[in-house]
């Protein structure tokens, strides 16, 4: 990696081109061996330089490689944070460590990226992307748009997947979340929650929650009215209590 900084009329700019190569005996994961652990693959550039992108023990990434990416992110006088990513892996060889629909195995993988934007940290939006390197179809997309204020906190959550793999239970799906909190106390907060499957139109679950929180603990109690129905799994209503401590130490 080489990374440039620069100072441009009162902005912080940051430019980091990265590239990593990586060599290993390739063919050697065996198809007699069932893969059942390394199904689950999130190809984003979070995990793009990963040494084994391969997740539990049935699989490995193997065959030599070379993942190649970009970032770059621009500070503004005016509060504005601008951060961008992107990046792809080319390999000398395919490899059968990964399902079709994951973006990796082949010679050339999907494009993965990522473009957030944000307003001294309290308002900001976050985007990740998986485009498809052949025909350029947007296979993945998840946006976040948040609010962090001293009384009020919201996020609206949109996740688009278009990949498709039955062995995995992942299917093409578009859903949309919404959750919002208030403080009605220094200590005391009350907060909802909301996800819609876009496809049908239909609720997926609710949540209705009370939160109390000092310097030593989080306590939770939250009511969820779950809408799922899948195969003898039937719509119901649970209740939910968390606790938890906070470290001693940052």
């Known amino acids: 990696s080489y990374p440039l900084a620069r100072d441009f009329h009162g902005a912080r700019l940051f430019l980091e081109p990265r590239v990593q190569l990586i060599a290993s005996p390739s063919g050697l994961n065996d198809n007699d061996i069932i893969n059942e652990d390394s199904q689950s693959i999130e190809f984003d550039y979070a995990g793009l330089f990963d040494y084994n992108k391969a997740t539990g023990y049935d699989a490995f990434e193997d065959g030599q490689r070379m993942n190649i990416g ?18 792809q892996q080319i390999r000398l060889q395919e490899t ?10 082949e010679k050339s993988s999907d494009i993965v990226g990522s473009l957030d934007v944000a307003y001294k940290r309290k308002i900001g939006v976050e ?8 025909s350029g179809d947007l296979q993945r997309a998840e946006s976040r748009a948040y609010y962090r204020g001293k009384r009020l906190k919201a ?3 949109y996740v688009r997947l278009n990949e498709e ?6 299917v093409r799906r578009e859903e949309l979340t919404a959750r919002g909190q208030v403080m009605l106390t220094r200590n005391w907060s009350v907060g909802a929650g ?9 609720t997926i679950q609710q949540d209705f929650m009370v939160g109390y929180e000092d310097e030593c603990s ?5 009511y969820r009215r779950d809408r799922t129905r899948t195969r003898n799994l039937e719509p119901d209503n649970a209740i939910l209590l968390t ?3 906070k470290s001693l130490v940052d």
């Open 96 to 105: 059968a460590a990964f399902n079709d629909s994951s973006g990796l195995g």
């Open 194 to 202: 909301w996800r819609l499957d876009l496809d049908s139109n239909q």
């Open 155 to 157: 996020s609206l959550n």
């Open 70 to 87: 970009l970032t770059a992110s621009a500070d503004l006088p005016n509060g504005i944070t601008l951060e961008g990513s992107i990046g």
């Open 218 to 222: 989080m306590l939770g109690l939250t």
């Open 127 to 134: 985007n990740r992307f998986r485009i498809d390197n052949n």
């Open 243 to 245: 606790f938890s401590l």
């Open 165 to 170: 793999n039955i062995a995995n239970n992942l």
